[in-house]
C-alpha cells in the first residue's frame, strides 16, 4: 500500500490510519536512553525510597542500642552501689566477729548487734533477688518488642507488595501516555523540559544519596563501636556475675560460723544439755581452761603446740562419771551439721586431754548428725547430742 506525503499533516493522518506505524516512528526519532527514561526514573525512585527506609531502620536501631547502653550503665552503678553496701556489712561482721572472740563477757549484747546486722544483710539479699526479676522482666520487655519489629516488618513487605501492584497500574499509565503522545508536539517540548529537570533533579539525588552513604558508613562505624562497648559490657557483667556468686558461697560460709557460734552459745549457757553423759556437768570459762593448759604445758604432759590445737576445741565440760562418781571431762565440738571432720576433731582433743593426764570423752553436738558421722564416731566411742533449738 502505497502513502503519499506532501506535508506534516499527511504524516499525522498516516499515523492515524496506522497506528502500528507509531511505535516504529518514535524508534526512529527517539535514541534508546531516551525511551528508557521513564523505567530508569522509576527505578531511581525505587532505590530512593528504599534507601531513605534503610536509613531510618539504622538510626531507630541505634536508638535502642543507646537506650540499652544507658540501661546497662544504670543497673552498673545500681550493682556497684549495693555490692559497696554488701562489703561494708561484711566488713562490719568481720569486726564483729573479733570483738566476739576477744570479748566473751560482751556477746550478748555483740550478738543483738550481729543479729541486725544480719537483718540488714538478709534485706539486701532480697533486694538483690527483686532486682534480679526486674532484670528478667526488662528482657520480656526487649522480647516483645522484637516481636513488634517483627510485626513492622510484616506490614512493611506488605507496603512493598502494594507498591508492585501500583508499578503495574502505572506501566498501564504509561501505555495511555504513549496513545497521547499523538496530540499536541507542544507536550513533546514539556516532556523535554521535564526530562532536563529530571536530569538535574537525578543530579541532586546522586548527590544526596552520596552524603547518605557517608551517613551509613558513619552509622555503621557507630554500630561497630556500640558492639565493642556492648561486648565489654557483657563481659564486665559476666565478671561481675561471677563477682557475686563469689559473694555468695562467703555469705555462705559466714552464715554456716555464724550459726555455729550461736549453737556453741546456747549450748555455753545450758550445760544440763550434757547431763545424759555426765552427772552434774559445768561448763568451763576460758580463764579455767587456760589455767588447766598452762598446768599441762608446765608439766610437761603436753607441748605448746598440742595445748594450741587443745585450746581450740568449741566448750569443755567438767562433770562426774555415772558409775563410780569419778571426774570426767568432756571434749565437746560444736557445729550446725556435723561431719566427719567434727568427729575427727573431737577424738584428737579427747587424746590430748588423756594425754594431759585427765579422763576425758569426745562430744559432738548438732542439729543434725552426717550419716557416715555417725559411724566413724561410734567406732571412736563419740558421744552424739541432737539439739532442737526452738
Not at 522480647?143 to 512493598?160: D, G, H, P, S
Request: proline share 2%; with cysteine; aromatic share 4%.
Amino acid at each position: 500500500m502505497t502513502v503519499v506525503i506532501r506535508e506534516f499533516q499527511d504524516i499525522l493522518r498516516a499515523l492515524e490510519t496506522y497506528p502500528e506505524w507509531r511505535e516504529e516512528l518514535r524508534r526512529y526519532i527517539l535514541s534508546d536512553d531516551f525511551l528508557a527514561l521513564p523505567r530508569i526514573v522509576r527505578e531511581l525512585a525505587e532505590a530512593q525510597k528504599r534507601t531513605e527506609a534503610k536509613v531510618a531502620e539504622l538510626a531507630e536501631a541505634q536508638k535502642r542500642t543507646e537506650a540499652k547502653v544507658a540501661e546497662l550503665a544504670e543497673a552498673q552503678k545500681r550493682t556497684e552501689e549495693r555490692l559497696n553496701r554488701l562489703e561494708q556489712t561484711v566488713q562490719e561482721l568481720a569486726e564483729a566477729q573479733k570483738r566476739t572472740e576477744a570479748k566473751v563477757a560482751e556477746l550478748a549484747e555483740a550478738q543483738k548487734r550481729t543479729e541486725e546486722r544480719l537483718n540488714r544483710l538478709e534485706q539486701i539479699v532480697q533486694e538483690l533477688a527483686e532486682a534480679q526479676k526486674r532484670t528478667e522482666a526488662k528482657v520480656a520487655e526487649l522480647a516483645e518488642a522484637q516481636k513488634r519489629t517483627e510485626e513492622r516488618l510484616n506490614r512493611l513487605e506488605q507496603t512493598v507488595q502494594e507498591l508492585a501492584e501500583a508499578q503495574k497500574r502505572t506501566e498501564a499509565k504509561v501505555a495511555e501516555l504513549a496513545e497521547a503522545q499523538k496530540r499536541t508536539e507542544e507536550r513533546l517540548n514539556r516532556l523535554e523540559q521535564t526530562v532536563q529537570e529530571l536530569a538535574e533533579a537525578q543530579k541532586r539525588t546522586e548527590e544526596r544519596l552520596n552524603r547518605l552513604e557517608q551517613i551509613v558508613q558513619e552509622l555503621a562505624e557507630a554500630q561497630k563501636r556500640t558492639e565493642e562497648r556492648l561486648a565489654r559490657l557483657e563481659q564486665v557483667v559476666q565478671e561481675l556475675a561471677e563477682a557475686q556468686k563469689r559473694t555468695e558461697g562467703g555469705l555462705q560460709i559466714l552464715r554456716g560460723r555464724f550459726e555455729g557460734l550461736r549453737l556453741e552459745e546456747y549450748c555455753r549457757h545450758r550445760p544440763f544439755f550434757f547431763s545424759r553423759v555426765v552427772r552434774r556437768p559445768a561448763v568451763l570459762s576460758p580463764n579455767e581452761v587456760s589455767n588447766m593448759l598452762e598446768d599441762a604445758i608446765d608439766a610437761g604432759t603436753l607441748t605448746e603446740d598440742e595445748a594450741y590445737f587443745l585450746g581450740q576445741a568449741d566448750l569443755f565440760v567438767r562433770g562426774y562419771h555415772r558409775r563410780d562418781n569419778t571426774p570426767l571431762y568432756l571434749a565437746v565440738e560444736v557445729s550446725v551439721r556435723v561431719d566427719t571432720e567434727d568427729v575427727g576433731r573431737a577424738v584428737l582433743r579427747r587424746n590430748l586431754l588423756t594425754k594431759a593426764g585427765y579422763t576425758a570423752l569426745p562430744v559432738v553436738v548438732g542439729e543434725s548428725v552426717h550419716e557416715l558421722a555417725e559411724k566413724v564416731g561410734q567406732g571412736e566411742g563419740v558421744q552424739f547430742i541432737v539439739v532442737k533449738r526452738e
